[in-house]
């Protein structure tokens, strides 16, 4: 298995435009995970899907962020309008069954920097 | 509330033994893992303690007591490839808590 994929590896954007990242988990693995990694705040749960439903979003900073998955081999994560604090790299990680202690496998990220 | 604690950055010397710290104050604990990244890297991960003790895996070994709510990494034989930030996680009943990582500086 080719691992986590996600895309694209960087972006550079303004403040003000619409940023989507994309993601393809492990194939057979039920959850996925979308994390936001600063030096500030570390490693940061934003949402996470169980079979293609979203089971919490608490994490999602605000209206401007947005996750959905349409199918087990796809999520997006999107933030509309992106401002400039919205720069981070972003993770998508997929784990077989989600229970305590297993295993969460993380794509490469995607490095976003909004000017 | 919930918090995780552990030092930000650790120096050690090659070939020498090293230990990560964690501390952690949460509810619906179940248990602590662990994640290594290298610089520019995803993390990926090293290891999971459930129950009181030591796990070893190699040159690496975790360490977990519940009644303290702590527990730590242990990193021997350390080579210059184990410089990288070590993440201990919180594995709650809901969802995984990461720490905010220890960077470990490996001398010659």
């Known amino acids: 298995d080719a691992g986590v994929i996600q895309s694209p590896r960087h972006e550079v954007t303004e403040m003000g435009q619409e940023v989507t990242l994309r993601c393809k988990p492990i194939?057979?693995?039920?959850?996925l995970f979308w994390y936001r990694q600063t030096m500030m705040r570390g490693l940061e749960l934003l949402i996470y899907f169980n079979n293609n439903v979203p089971i919490d979003d608490s994490g999602m900073p605000e209206d401007r962020f947005s996750a959905k998955m349409p199918n087990a081999s796809f999520s997006t994560l999107k933030i509309q309008p992106s401002e400039p604090r919205d720069s981070a790299v972003y993770f998508c990680?997929?784990?077989?069954?989600?229970?305590?202690?297993?295993?969460?496998?993380f794509g490469p990220g995607t490095r976003l920097t909004v000017l | 509330g919930q918090s995780l604690e552990q030092p930000s950055e650790v120096t050690a010397v090659e070939g020498a033994i090293v230990q990560i710290n964690c501390t952690y104050q949460t509810s619906g604990f179940y248990g602590l893992s662990w994640y290594q990244q290298h610089d520019g890297g995803a993390p990926t991960f090293l290891s999971y303690n459930a129950l009181d003790g030591l796990e070893e895996t190699g040159r690496f070994s975790s360490f977990l007591s519940r009644s303290d709510s702590y527990g730590y990494l242990l990193l021997q034989e350390l080579q210059m490839k184990d410089s990288a930030s070590y993440f201990c996680?919180?594995?709650?009943?809901?969802?995984?808590?990461f720490g905010k990582g220890t960077r470990l500086h490996i001398l010659p």
């Open positions: 996680a919180v594995n709650r009943d809901d969802k995984i808590i």
């Open positions: 990680a997929s784990s077989l069954v989600g229970q305590a202690g297993d295993e969460q496998f």
């Open positions: 194939s057979g693995h039920d959850y």
